[in-house]
C-alpha cells in the first residue's frame, strides 16, 4: 500500500491550459464584436442603396422629383416627395412608404457630403432625383470598426459602393 500522502488541487500544467483556453475565447470574442460592426455599416449601405434605387424607380416612373435629406447627427434619412402639379392617385400611398424617415444602427458612423451642390436658395433640397434618373453626386460613407463603405454617384449618374480601410485619419 502506498504511503504517500497525495495532494489534492490543480497541477500548474491544468492550470496554464485553462487560462490559455479563456484567453483565445475571449480574443475570438472580442474580434467577432469588432467584424461584427463592419458586417453592419456595410449590411447599412446596401439598404440604403436599394432604397435609394427604389425611390429614383418611383420618381422616373410617377414622372416626380424626389429629395434625399440626411440627418448625420441622429443617423436618420428620409426622402421628400417634391410635389408637380397633377401629381396623385394611387402611386401616393406607394410614395409615402418610400418617403418614411429610416433610422440607421447605432454605432455606425456616417459623413454625408454633396459633391454638386445646386446654386440658389439654402433652403432647397441639396441632392435630387429627377423624372429623367438623374441624381446629384453625393457620397454617404458608413464606417465600420476596421472598414469604411462608401456609397456615391459614379459619372453615369448610378449608384455604387466602395470599400475603404478605416481609421487610417485618426
Do not use: C, W
Not at 460592426?37 to 449590411?43: E, F, P, Q
Not at 441622429?74 to 406607394?94: D, E, P, R, T, V
Request: glycine fraction near 8%.
Amino acid at each position: 500500500m502506498d504511503k504517500r500522502k497525495r495532494q489534492s488541487g490543480f497541477t500548474l500544467i491544468e492550470i496554464i491550459v485553462v487560462v490559455a483556453i479563456v484567453g483565445i475565447l475571449t480574443t475570438i470574442v472580442t474580434l467577432s464584436f469588432r467584424s461584427s460592426n463592419d458586417r453592419d455599416a456595410r449590411l447599412q449601405a446596401q439598404r440604403f442603396m436599394a432604397v435609394v434605387n427604389e425611390v429614383r424607380d418611383e420618381a422616373i416612373i410617377a414622372g416626380g422629383h424626389f429629395a434625399l435629406v440626411v440627418d448625420e447627427d441622429s443617423l436618420n434619412y428620409n426622402f421628400a416627395a417634391l410635389h408637380q402639379a397633377g401629381q396623385q392617385g394611387a402611386g401616393q400611398q406607394q410614395a409615402s412608404e418610400l418617403v418614411r424617415p429610416r433610422t440607421i444602427k447605432s454605432g455606425i458612423d456616417i459623413d454625408f457630403n454633396v459633391l454638386e451642390a445646386l446654386s440658389g436658395d439654402d433652403d432647397a433640397p441639396q441632392v435630387v432625383m429627377s423624372s429623367l434618373g438623374e441624381i446629384t453626386p453625393f457620397e454617404l460613407r458608413f464606417g465600420g470598426t476596421n472598414t469604411d463603405y462608401v456609397v456615391f454617384v459614379n459619372e453615369e449618374s448610378q449608384l455604387q459602393m466602395r470599400e475603404e480601410n478605416a481609421r487610417l485619419t485618426n
